[in-house]
Nanobody, 123 residues
Framework: QVQLVESGGGLVQAGGSLRLSCAAS????????MGWFRQAPGKRREFVAA????????SYADSVKGRFTISRDNAKNTMYLQMNSLKPEDTAVYYC????????????????WGHGTQVTVSS
């Protein structure tokens, strides 16, 4: 089992920045590829970004490319999502997830999920 806890969400004005963190425990963090997903009210959960076990490969949803950056620190068992130039449409609950293999945006492949952190972007 891998336990995942997100933090760093909050309320920010459009154009602002936030950094989300995902702290992992329970198993060897570096054995898992990781991803960020989000779910806005009334919408399905969607892929945001993913990172391979070593951090050498990353992928992003088109809607966040150039604005969001995913990274990880295996020594600290933590993954991050730096979000810049935030827009009201980025408002959602953000979830981190762990995958035994690097599959990018395939939600069904992820085995472990956190409980989410709320991000609200005001216009």
């Amino acid at each position: 089992q891998v336990q995942l806890v997100e933090s760093g969400g909050g309320l920010v004005q459009a154009g602002g920045s936030l950094r989300l963190s995902c702290a992992a425990s329970g198993r060897t963090f570096s054995n898992y590829a990781m991803g960020w997903f989000r779910q806005a009210p009334g919408k399905r959960r969607e892929f945001v970004a993913a990172i391979s076990r070593s951090g050498g490969s990353t992928s992003y949803a088109d809607s966040v490319k150039g604005r969001f950056t995913i990274s990880r620190d295996n020594a600290k068992n933590t993954m991050y999502l730096q979000m810049n130039s935030l827009k009201p449409e980025d408002t959602a609950v953000y979830y981190c997830a762990a995958d035994h293999a690097y599959t990018g945006g395939r939600e069904s492949a992820y085995d472990y999920w956190g409980h989410g952190t709320q991000v609200t972007v005001s216009s």
